[in-house]
């Protein structure tokens, strides 16, 4: 993680944090249940050989013999048949039932398209795939990989899935996690990440009481939103499984007719 000198947590702590939301958001039960089961299956992935790679994502893909992306790929479509939720289970069956060219365009459809909204199940383990793969080669880069918008991520160029606040002397400071390789780096507090407006007047800020740490941040301009995590308020908190776990506030911002900027692992 090159920008921020953020923790980086183990999968290990990830489940522990994801098993400790379950009594603080009992509606998000299912979706929790496999976000712990993908991220087991990831880490399975975690001993390719692929993941010890140096360098900026795009020259990686370039300089690595494709068909070893879809072997691990189908691998880790196995491990994804154990998911606990049928139609994951059913759909990951179905995927690695597909020929290798299609396996193939799957992989290089998802690598360039990842942001896109709708997606479908086949996406989903594409992306998971990539997600495994992209915060492995994040970790071992030393520098950001391009001068991307300050917005969105400058290892591999996705937007990010959160905010967080970190404590800075008296105050906090904000950064943004990516979607994909959960790289963290700096952005400014008082400004939207889509549209990179700076009137506060139309960057209203919503937080329920029962969980005050997590803010979201919205734009009437835009009407998009990104969630927050302040460590200030939670030090607990691990921002990535925090926002998953906070599913009913998602529900509940787009019930007032915002889109989230970018969706997570799940999805959601
Ligand atoms: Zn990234
Ligand atoms: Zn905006």
Redesign the pocket.
Known sequence: MPLIAARIYSPEECVERAQALLTVWPSAAEVMRSYTQLIQYQCALLHSQLLSLKGEPGELLENTDFAYFVEQFQEFLKSCEHFEQQNLAQAARAVSAKSRDYLVDVLLQSWTDSDREEQSLELFFARAFWQAVLQSWARECDAPASAAAPSTCPYCGRRPVCGVLRPEGDGAKRSLVCSMCSTEWPYRRLI?P????ENVEQLPIYSAEQCAYIRIEA?D??R?FIKTIDLTKDGRAIPVVDEIASLPLTLWAEEKGYTKLQRNALLL
């Open positions: 939207c889509n549209c990179e407006q734009c301009r835009c998009t």
